[in-house]
């Protein structure tokens, strides 16, 4: 058959078959065996056209209701400005693989390069690899590092503020891994220290996860929480989200060893789950104990500066069973996406992000309270764009009446609870139209 | 690309004071000083400050400097690098896809769903399995998740001695790398001298404490394993479970089914047999398949179809647990799916065969220059152990740097470790024959120049935009970031 992604003429084909001294491409499959053979088609339907294609995508597409959105829990509307798909869509970037050959792949080792410079600049630590999957299997994998790096202990505590769903990857992982995971009781909104410290004692913990802000969007106060870790051995690992850190103090400068988390929040599209970035950065005491691709600047025999793959020997394509991590093909585009941004947005356009986002968010919470029907769960702790509110009516009814108006309120966290987002996305007008909507609806009351 | 003027990094064409994005604004005043001092950084980080045309201007010379399937023939084998349709891309970023969040309700998002379910389904046929994840974010992503869906399996039934895994000498090194990831010990079989696995070694290491055996079909040499029905029944005997390693699927297309060869478990890497961009090393996508009896212990969060046609999202106890926080790479899935849409069920059934063909075409068209260690017929890839001619010192190395050249993209080198100077060549079918004799061409002139003038090529690449890096620098003072350099220079 012909096909526009198929270049063979039927000329073709016999002049290859030729020189391969066979009569038919069927020939060229004769080792395997018949019993083996698909005897049919496959029951997929016909070739659609191209536009036939884009017509199914637009029938899909209508069937997906666009929500003004108020969620978050990790991930966030954010605005992406048009330079970033221009940029990722260079086919030099797009249609390139992991840069095994340098001399013909300085564009992606250098982006990388950038990407870990500002991500190092982001978490304040030492080193960054080159991207994970996503947050939560960052985080996982710093899990992971902390056993790696530390002798014969086989424990890991993590805060039960932890985002549930990053929790639950750390926890499957654990679990295959044969690491023991304790979690941390949280009290008042926040990770317990005293309960931390208990947990410490006996020697066996490799490391600590700590979220930052947590899933309930608190900005925790980490003072002397290095302090005990590393005196019991352990090593310190922070759940951040990458916008956040513009403004919030650094992971370095809270005394952490591993800083893990989703770059989502840097501009990326939602597109329903994926694809994100994990970040994953370190100290430099850990650098060989890092998974994944790292790039390094060296010179070539002209003298030019050159980015190459460096520090290869921790990987499975050399290390095999004794690598680091099991992980290849990370997120590469999604650094040049994170790369862009941060290049486009700079110090102060970040921060301004952060601001405004958190402006919204304080503005929401502050007229939310004031309808009377609605208090934030914390109200003593410090948050920046994300809070819990605790409803005196059930947030299913909440969430039905938003959704009938076009908006996603939120994402329930318990039969009267819900955690709300605010970033830049959300307009003034949207805004008051969700207090207005819990201000004028009767709801049933619980 | 003029690298006097375009070579610095982004931090080097920083001024204070310049922007690059206009944030929106929703006027809702200021709180950032609500939160105290003691919980904000001390500095602010140090980011590019640049206008948008230097931004644009810098990534688009950088881009010059790589080299991807749209810019030349890139043979990586055992990366399936095939062309990536332009559909492709366009669907993946319509704008009724991208804006959804992954925690808006089912309701909402119905078209996604379904979008996930039918990639699912296809996915299912093509693999001759029960059903598919596609949560896991790439192939090695993919391999560890089917492995923990077989610890689950094996767990379930209370055998919880089996950790052992075998794999074969000629795996991808991501097999016995997820294997240990999850907490599972390696085994390794040795091949034949005709590069397949040796079926009477296996056998002496088949006991009730082998929960898996891992393979690709056809191998990293590009064979097909013949005996893979007689293995698989070996195993299953022993009470063991097998594992696919869908990176080599595209020969198989149309041919036949790791389901049908008797597989248990397998992954798909959406990147390589259905055409979704590598992105210079990801987003991938790794679909995750099993056959009838496993399906549950699939992770979590899971899609599925509804007795009045609609869909829904949910978490099942029986699950492995979840090994991402949302359904994946969604991006990617839908790229894959439009590939599926495009080729249709014929197209699908001869993307394979004509993969084989331009292996084969390229591999009889050298074999007398170069040394073929392995003399059968390949499927989508064949193995060189370097020149046939050894004695001008010239390696396999030697020979990847010369092909860039030439303006081709180097084989994979090095691997698989069966042999000294590997040489893996995969051109996949959408490549003309035009296309393959230039690169033929090309190895053709590398052999004579070897034998002629190998100093010439030990000394390429010559017309790169840098040339032979110095690795061992890089990784004896590693210098990771923009401040390393400044302190290095200092």
């Known amino acids: ?446 | 690309m003029n690298k006097e003027y375009y070579g610095k990094l982004i931090f080097e064409l920083s001024r204070p004071g310049r922007k690059g994005a206009d944030i929106p604004s929703n006027g809702c005043g200021s709180s950032l000083s609500s939160i105290p001092a003691s919980l904000l950084r001390e500095k602010s980080p140090s980011l590019p400050e640049v206008d948008e045309p230097t931004a644009v201007r810098h990534y688009t010379n950088m881009s010059n400097n790589n080299f991807g399937v749209d810019t030349g023939f890139y043979p990586l084998g055992s990366c399936t690098m095939k062309y990536n349709p332009k559909i492709n891309e366009e669907m993946a970023a319509h704008s009724a896809m991208t804006a959804l969040h992954p925690a808006a309700p089912a309701s909402a998002v119905q078209g996604a769903l379904e979008a996930y379910w039918n990639l699912q389904c296809a996915l299912s046929e093509i693999g001759g399995m029960a059903a598919f994840t596609l949560n896991p974010f790439a192939g090695a992503h993919g391999e560890l998740t089917g492995l923990m869906v077989i610890r689950a399996y094996h767990d379930s039934r209370g055998d919880e001695k089996r950790t052992k895994v075998i794999v074969p000498d000629s795996a991808h090194g991501t097999n016995p790398a997820s294997a240990a990831v999850a907490g599972l010990k390696v085994v390794e079989v040795k091949s034949l001298a005709d590069g397949t696995v040796d079926v009477d070694a296996l056998a002496g290491l088949l006991d009730d404490t082998v929960a898996a055996v891992m393979m690709t079909n056809p191998n990293t040499a590009g064979l097909f394993e013949s005996n893979v029905a007689k293995i698989a029944d070996m195993v299953h005997a022993a009470g063991g479970l097998m594992y696919y390693d869908g990176a080599n699927l595209n020969p198989m297309l149309g041919i036949a089914r790791p389901g049908d060869m008797g597989f248990d478990v397998m992954h798909i890497n959406l990147h390589k047999t259905f055409s979704t961009p590598h992105g210079g090393g990801g987003p991938g996508s790794g679909p995750v398949g099993v056959r009838t009896g496993l399906e549950k212990f699939l992770p979590n969060p899971k899609v599925v179809k509804l007795a009045d046609g609609t869909f829904d999202i949910i978490t099942d106890p029986d699950a492995l647990g979840s090994v991402s926080a949302t359904l994946g790479n969604f991006g990617v899935q839908l790229r894959a799916l439009a590939y599926i849409l495009s080729l249709g069920s014929e197209g699908l059934m001869e993307a394979g065969k004509l993969a084989t063909l331009n292996a084969n075409y390229i591999k009889e068209s050298l074999r007398d220059l170069y040394k073929l260690p392995i003399d059968r017929v390949c499927k989508h890839e064949f193995v060189f152990d370097g020149l046939a001619d050894k004695s001008t010192g010239v390696t396999t190395l030697n020979i990847a740097k010369r092909l860039l050249d030439y303006g081709f993209h180097a084989p994979t080198i090095y691997f698989p470790l069966l042999f000294h100077e590997s040489l893996m060549v995969e051109p996949t079918e959408t490549e003309s024959k035009e296309t393959l004799d230039r690169f033929i061409d090309a190895m053709r002139k590398i052999a004579i120049e070897a034998a002629e003038t190998p100093d010439l090529i030990k000394d390429a690449p010559h017309n790169t935009p840098v040339r032979r890096p110095d690795d061992t620098a890089a990784a004896l003072n590693p210098v990771v970031k923009w401040k390393d350099l400044n302190c290095e220079k200092a």
């Open chain 1, 1 to 446: 058959m012909s096909h526009r992604y198929f270049p063979h003429t039927q000329a073709d084909i016999d002049a290859m078959l030729e020189r391969c001294g066979v009569s038919s491409t069927e020939q060229l499959y004769d080792d395997v065996p018949q019993e083996l053979r698909l005897k049919k088609k496959y029951d997929l339907p016909k070739a659609l056209t191209e536009k036939e294609v884009r017509d199914y995508f637009n029938k899909l597409g209508a069937k997906n209701t666009q929500l003004t959105c108020f969620a978050g829990g990790g991930f966030y509307h954010r605005y992406t400005p048009s330079v970033i798909p221009a940029i990722l869509s260079r086919s030099e970037f797009l249609t390139s693989y992991t840069p095994y050959q340098p001399e013909i792949s300085q564009g992606t080792l250098q982006y990388i390069f950038e990407y870990q410079s500002m991500m190092t600049e982001l978490t304040g630590l030492d080193v960054s690899n080159a991207s994970m999957y996503d947050g939560a299997t960052a985080t996982a994998e710093a899990m992971m590092m902390s056993i790696a790096a530390t002798r014969k202990r086989d424990t890991v505590l993590v805060s039960s503020t932890l985002n549930p769903k990053v929790m639950e990857v750390v926890k499957t992982y654990a679990r295959y891994h044969n690491v023991n995971i304790l979690a941390i009781e949280a009290a008042g909104g926040v990770t317990s220290l005293e309960d931390m410290k208990g947990k410490l004692e006996g020697g066996k913990v490799a490391g600590v996860i700590l979220p930052q802000p947590n899933y309930l969007g608190i900005i925790e106060d980490f003072n002397g929480f290095s302090d005990a870790i590393h005196e019991a051995g352990a090593l310190m690992i922070m759940n951040c989200v990458a916008s956040d850190l513009a403004v919030l103090k650094t992971p370095a400068e809270w005394g952490a060893d591993i800083a893990a988390g989703d770059a989502q929040s840097l501009g990326m599209p939602l597109s329903f789950g994926g694809p994100y970035l994990g970040f994953l950065c370190c100290t430099k005491a850990l650098i060989r104990k890092m998974p994944g691709r790292i790039v390094g600047a060296t010179e070539d025999v002209n003298g030019n500066r050159t980015f190459v793959l460096t520090l290869q020997a921790r990987e499975q394509h050399i290390r095999r069973d004794k690598a680091t991590s099991n992980i290849c093909s990370n997120q590469g585009l999604m650094a040049l996406h994170t790369a862009v941004y941060l290049s486009l947005l700079g110090t102060g356009g970040l921060r301004e992000v952060c601001e405004i986002s958190a402006n919204g968010a304080h503005y929401l919470a502050e007229k939310l309270e004031a309808t009377g029907k609605m208090t934030l769960i914390y109200p003593d702790k410090p948050y920046l764009n994300e809070f819990a509110m605790k409803c005196d009516f059930k947030v299913d009814d909440l969430l039905r009446v938003c959704i009938e108006n076009e908006i996603l309120a939120g994402i329930k966290l318990s039969d009267n609870e819900i955690l709300i987002a605010v970033t830049e996305m959300q307009t003034r007008e949207e805004i008051d139209r969700l207090i207005e909507i819990v201000s004028n609806t009767k709801f049933p009351q619980l």
